[in-house]
């Protein structure tokens, strides 16, 4: 995009249009560095989704405190989600094999302060799970007699719904990450939402077969007769992410557009102003490609020889046409100078002797002072 390329008729014009583009291209660059710059109430965000692969810490504790542990827990993964969960009696539901290495791997037991106050819990592991499908459920047991049911939401441990004995419980959780994206990496955490779709208290009810139970103190102890038991149901296939930018990502993505823009700017300039002989020979040549390390230096074969054929003319043209100027003598003025030095140069060399005696048919002559040797006279004259 350079107005001086252009015809001389147009110049003008496209030195204005490209005063225009240019402006244009400048007044967004200032807009935007000044959006970023005093973007201190607003935030900047970059949102997106992903697929579920972490759902979370969760944990039931007891409101005992001292020695008063949980003797067992269990957790449970279903293969289905078909909404059998709000049934009047779910007991038939059956979590798949796989909670049972669930089971044993990720439960673990651990005194969580809540609330200030210091509680016995049973927690369970259930981040980076590979082969989680979403929509679905899982389940989380214990033989507490009552408590909190809590999960680890934004880092830190949240109370999500109260658990007590022989009670059945359906939760509808949400999630979503929030975090920071400094440009060169990005931390986040995941913030859960329950909403409670149902709560039985079912002494009745089977509630210890809906899980993989985990014994605590004896490994070969059966499964608790008395329970609670907590159904998870996750809907949404999707977690929603926000990223908060930092100043250096804003000014980079600025960068970025301003390539766009810029582009765009310089496509409308060649959509205005074209090329005034497109099929022109010197296009065609400037335009032919050929593939990488096949290049020639220099110019064409043809151009090489118009431009030796041009030369030739020129010259020839140019000695044909231009005169022959007659030799230029010398002004009076050098004649005399160099007369006058001459003779300086006789007077400082030392006279040659005269021979006493001449060849046969040769006389000197009396020579005239100021020379330092006479002239030979023949003897003829």
């Not at 001389?8 to 560095?33: D, G, P, W």
């Not at 909190?148 to 939401?153: D, E, L, N, Q």
């Not at 990488?292 to 030796?308: M, Q, S, T, W």
């Amino acid at each position: 995009m350079d107005f001086r390329r252009v015809a001389k008729e147009y110049r003008i014009c496209a030195a204005v249009v490209q005063a225009c583009l240019l402006l244009s291209v400048a007044a967004f660059a200032t807009q935007r560095a000044i959006a970023i710059s005093s973007s201190s109430n607003s935030v900047a965000l970059q949102v997106s989704s992903q697929r579920w692969s972490d759902l979370g810490e969760w944990a039931v504790c007891t409101s005992a405190t001292g020695d008063a542990w949980m003797k067992a827990a269990g957790v449970g993964v279903f293969d289905t989600n078909d909404g059998e969960e709000m049934l009047e009696d779910p007991a038939l539901m059956v979590p798949s094999n796989r909670s049972k290495d669930l089971a044993a791997s990720r439960i673990s037991r651990r005194a969580l302060n809540v609330s200030g106050k210091l509680m016995n819990c049973s927690v369970t592991n259930l981040m980076t799970l590979p082969d989680v499908e979403m929509p679905g459920k899982f389940s989380i047991c214990s033989d507490t007699p009552g408590g909190p049911i809590m999960v680890k939401s934004g880092g830190q441990w949240k109370i999500m719904n109260p658990a007590g004995r022989s009670t059945y419980y359906v939760l509808s959780v949400t999630a979503y990450r929030h975090g920071q994206h400094f440009g060169y990496s990005s931390q986040s955490d995941i913030f859960f939402h329950s909403v409670e779709k149902l709560r039985v208290y079912a002494p009745n009810w089977n509630l210890p077969s809906m899980c993989h139970w985990k014994q605590f103190i004896n490994d070969s102890a059966p499964a608790p007769s008395l329970g609670n038991a907590v159904i998870i149901v996750i809907s949404d296939p999707l977690i929603h992410v926000s990223l908060e930018k930092g100043i250096l990502l804003q000014y980079f993505e600025l960068l970025s557009s301003l390539g766009g823009y810029i582009s765009v700017t310089v496509a409308v300039f060649g959509l205005i102003f074209v090329r005034k002989f497109p099929q022109s020979d010197v296009a065609r040549v400037f335009e032919e490609r050929t593939l990488r390390c096949n290049e020639a230096p220099g110019n064409p074969a043809k151009v090489e020889n118009d431009l030796e054929e041009h030369a030739h003319l020129t010259m020839t043209t140019s000695s044909s046409s231009s005169p022959v100027l007659p030799a230029r003598s010398a002004p009076e003025s050098e004649t005399v100078g160099l007369v006058r030095l001459d003779r300086q140069e006789s007077s400082r060399m030392p006279p040659l002797p005269v021979p006493t005696c001449s060849p046969p048919g040769v006389q000197y002559a009396a020579h005239p002072p100021g020379l330092s040797r006479p002239p030979a006279v023949s003897a003829s004259e």
